[in-house]
Structures are given as C-alpha cells and as structure tokens.
C-alpha cells in the first residue's frame, strides 16, 4: 500500500499554495488531488463534484480540504447550484472516497468562511453565532460544515473546521484582489471616513497553523487579532504600491452610486465595481473573536498591515 502523510485538495489556489509551501517545508509527505497535475506535487487527478474518485490503495493521516467555489456572484439558478455541487457535494465525494480507501485518515481540517453567518455587521462574533446564511456560498459551505461534522462523528475521525474571514497575501483573489488592482491604477474611492473595520488573516499564518489544528477537533475563527479599518488597509496597500492614499467618496453619493450600480446590472446584466453589496461591506464593521484559536491551538497570528509589502510587490 502507498502512504503519504497528507493528502491536500485545492493544492492549485490561492490558500492551497501557501498550505503546499509549508508542508514541504517541514519535510512532510504530500499528495495533492485536483483535476489537473500540480507541476513538482504528486497529484491524484480527480474531479471532486463526480462521484468516481479513486482512492483505493492510498493511506493518509490527515487530509486538508481547501477546494472550494468563492469569489463570485451567481446571476442564474446553474450558476447558484454550482456552489453546492463543488462545496457540498465535492465534500461528500471526498468523503465517500475516503471510506472506499480501505483506511481512514485521523483527521480532516476543511477551510470553510465566516460567511456562513449571513451578516453584514457585528463586532468579535464567537463561534457560537448562528450561522443563518442564505447566499449560495454562505449556504453552502454551513451545509458542508454539517456534512462533516456527521460523517466524522459516525467514523471517529478527528474534524476541525477554520472558518475564515479576507486572507490576505500574494495573488489573493476577490475583494482584496480587487482593491488593489484598482489602487495600483488609482481607479479606486474610498467610501466616508473609512472607519469600518474587517477581520482578515494572512495565508501563510492560516497555512502555518494547519498541522496542529489537526489534532484539535472544533471550529475555530483564524484572524489577526487586530482588524483594521477600510481607511487603514487603504492607505497601508496604497503607500506598498508607492500610490497617494485614494480619493473619497461620501456616504450619501456612495450610496447613490450604489443604487446606480443595482440598477444597472439588474437591467444589462453588468456587474460594476460599487454596488449596494459592496457599499454594505466597505461602511458595516464585521469582527471576528479568534479566542477559542488562542486557547487551544496557540495561535499567535501576525498583524495584517505590517506585511503589506509581501502581497504588494
């Protein structure tokens, strides 16, 4: 039988990259599975929304599962139902693979989101929040959160669950993809004053953490502790980029220009960059208490904005 220590879905993206980087470089054994070889990795090719993934013969101690479908706003009922077929049923085939396996793994850690609380607005929400989420993706990955926590239950497996709020670092993809992208071409506003404040992490801190939260089962919030306002993030990225701190907007033609933005796409199908969502997040504090992490995994996070310069440059 072939045995490597991990086995680490979504190798490929952007959280994946950092996960692979850390592994190796504590000298451990890793199979990546995804549908297409990751150059340098050992990689099982798979498509996980089919049913048919083989892994027999194959023995891992724990496995890490970061696929998953973010970062987009689905316009068609297709495109809603493709959350739940890669963040639900992806997991479930993993799942099953794993039984037909012939050996369980002892631990499973998925990367899930603070997302599946459906707020706009809250300060240090713990664990407990109820997680009442209606979007595709908030949705989605609670039902796969449910998915596990039953399966690792009726099979002994250890399961942790990260719920994560932006990660933050080199080729981060969404939102903060985004700003920096328009701040590096000085297309981007900022919205009042900028105080609203936002949990984020960095990739490498979560990637880093990931061994020894195997070996805790829970749910844990991952951030750095400190939170910073829209205005702080801002200014941090713009002065990496060596770019004027951006224009601002105020709240009333932001939020008249977020009405444009609605009305808009509801009636071409364009997406623009402000909308009443985006509006939502950039003046809505939402905070995330990273205690229980602190407390049972030891998790000394780095502060966001002091390594700005790593995903800037």
């Given at each position: 039988m072939k045995s490597t220590t991990y086995l680490v879905t979504g190798g490929g993206g952007f959280l994946g990259r950092y996960v692979l980087g850390s592994l190796v470089e504590q000298g451990d054994s890793v199979t990546v599975l995804g549908r297409t070889p990751l150059h340098g990795w050992r990689t099982i090719l798979a498509d996980?929304?089919?049913?048919?993934i083989n892994l027999l013969g194959e023995s891992y101690s724990t496995v890490y599962h970061l696929a998953g479908l973010a970062h987009r706003i689905p316009s068609t009922e297709s495109e809603r139902d493709m959350f739940f077929r890669v963040n639900v049923l992806g997991l479930k085939n993993l799942l099953h693979a794993l039984?037909?396996?012939?050996e369980l793994p002892r631990a499973i850690v998925l990367a899930s989101s603070v997302a599946v609380y459906g707020v706009d607005n809250g300060i240090l929400l713990?664990?407990?929040t109820p997680r009442a989420a209606v979007d595709p993706y908030g949705a989605s990955k609670r039902e796969a959160e449910d998915a596990l926590m039953e399966w690792s239950a009726r099979h002994s497996v250890r399961a942790t669950i990260l719920r994560l709020p932006l990660v933050c670092g080199k080729g981060?993809?969404?939102n903060l993809g985004t700003m920096m992208q328009s701040l590096a071409c000085g297309r981007y506003l900022g919205i009042g004053s900028g105080s609203a404040?936002?949990?984020?992490v960095l990739a490498?801190?979560?990637a880093e953490i990931l061994p020894k939260a195997a070996q805790v089962s829970g749910v844990f919030h991952l951030t750095d502790s400190y939170h910073p306002s829209f205005a702080e993030l801002e200014r941090s990225i713009s002065s990496a980029l060596g770019r004027k701190a951006p224009r601002r907007l105020s709240v009333g033609a932001a939020k008249l220009g977020a009405w444009i933005g609605d009305s808009?796409?509801?009636?071409?199908?364009?997406?623009?960059p402000l909308n009443k969502n985006t509006f939502s997040k950039m003046t809505s504090t939402l905070t995330f208490s990273d205690e229980r992490a602190r407390q049972d995994l030891g998790w000394k996070p780095s502060k966001v904005l002091d390594h700005v310069l790593e995903f800037t440059t």
């Open positions: 996980l929304t089919s049913s048919e039984e037909r396996s012939g713990d664990e407990a981060a993809p969404g404040r936002r949990s984020m490498r801190d979560v808009c796409q509801s009636i071409t199908g364009w997406a623009l």
